[in-house]
């Protein structure tokens, strides 16, 4: 892991990437400080120990220069989705079969991102399941910045069961003893099951009613999702005409986060080629509207979650208040 931390720190290194790199080795410590702790029974110390050597592994592939940086920063996003479960493995007071299934799921992903079958269809799914299974693990305790309230156990219980289904497929997918046949109705299922995890996530949003931020608040929550999803990487050509005209000669590498600075801006956060942190005001009912076009309503719950529900509350906003509409987020 110190291995890994190393390397993410050169300048090259996005600081999504690095972000993603950061938060499974803090999720891995977890796990190894359970491994050394008598008090967790030894079953789950040996699944543990093995957990963390294929967690590491995955991470490699992160860093790989070999590996298409494109790969690299989507291995590194669902390996730091996955690996927010563990806090909940660790739990003695997670159910047996909740933990099994986490287990099995934070397992299935980690050899699957680093095995060979990659298409960009099983990369999203993989995401998808990364980021089902990071929101139905949450807390308010061991996801304060994750924006979300802790799942109810119904909800909760629901979209693992799925999400832990749909590892089953993958793994079939990713079988080098599977024919074509098998693999071609694996995909054909997980695609089928991608659809229904998208309306469990979005049924366990709406279960928690609409947020209550007010609009500055939640636009900062919905972009900076979506900035540090999968979609980050079409974002610095969709935004270019948005940014300061000073960032332009250099161009954007990649967009970090924003902040809240009123209700119709928000302190933008972006990293430029030459590796240089800038921040800027961006109005807030423009740039919504060209992250809409990025992530438009079918793609919401699968590429950010729970968090779908501040872009949806942001879009409401701007409809209410300023008569803006924002692509599909209200349909």
């Known amino acids: 892991m110190t291995t890994t931390l190393e390397a993410v720190k050169d300048p090259e290194t996005s600081l999504r990437d690095r972000q993603g790199v950061i938060e499974s080795v803090g999720h891995l410590t977890i796990a190894l400080t359970a491994t050394g702790d008598d008090s967790t029974p030894p079953q789950l110390r040996k699944q543990l120990t093995a957990l963390v050597k294929q967690v590491s592994s995955a991470l490699k592939v992160g860093y790989d220069a070999q590996v298409p940086s494109e790969t690299r920063s989507s291995v590194l996003l669902v390996m730091m989705r996955t690996t927010s479960a563990l806090d909940m493995i ?6 047996a079969e909740l933990r099994g299934q986490l287990l099995a799921i934070t397992g299935g992903l980690s050899s699957a991102v680093t095995g060979g079958r990659q298409t960009a269809s099983l990369r999203g799914f ?3 399941m990364g980021v089902a299974q990071a929101d139905a693990t949450a807390t308010p305790e061991t996801s304060p910045a994750s924006a979300a309230a802790a799942m109810p156990p119904k909800h909760r219980n629901e979209l693992v069961r799925a ?12 079988n080098p003893e599977s024919s074509s046949k098998d693999r071609a109705e694996a995909e054909k299922d997980m695609r089928d099951r991608s659809a229904r995890i998208s309306d469990q996530q979005e049924e366990a949003a709406s279960a928690q009613g609409r947020p209550k931020d007010p609009l500055g608040k939640a636009a ?18 969709e935004l ?15 967009f970090w986060k924003s902040k809240e600075k009123s209700n119709v801006l928000l302190d933008v956060l972006a990293e430029l080629e030459n590796n240089e942190n800038v921040r800027a005001p961006i109005k807030i009912a423009p740039l919504i509207m060209e992250l809409a076009k990025v992530v438009p309503r079918d793609d919401l719950w699968s590429t950010i979650g729970q968090r779908a529900s501040y872009c949806r509350s942001t879009a409401a906003y701007l409809d209410e208040d300023y008569g803006v509409a924002v692509g599909t987020w209200l349909e």
């Open 220 to 237: 900062e929550t919905c972009s900076t999702a979506i900035f540090q999803s999968s979609a980050g990487d079409e974002l610095p050509e």
């Open 163 to 174: 999400v832990y289904e749909q590892n089953e497929k993958l793994q079939v997918f990713n």
């Open 90 to 95: 660790c739990d003695s007071r997670t159910p």
């Open 240 to 254: 270019k005409d948005l940014v300061p005209g000073s960032w332009r000669p250099e161009g954007v590498k990649d």
């Open 126 to 128: 993989e995401e998808q």
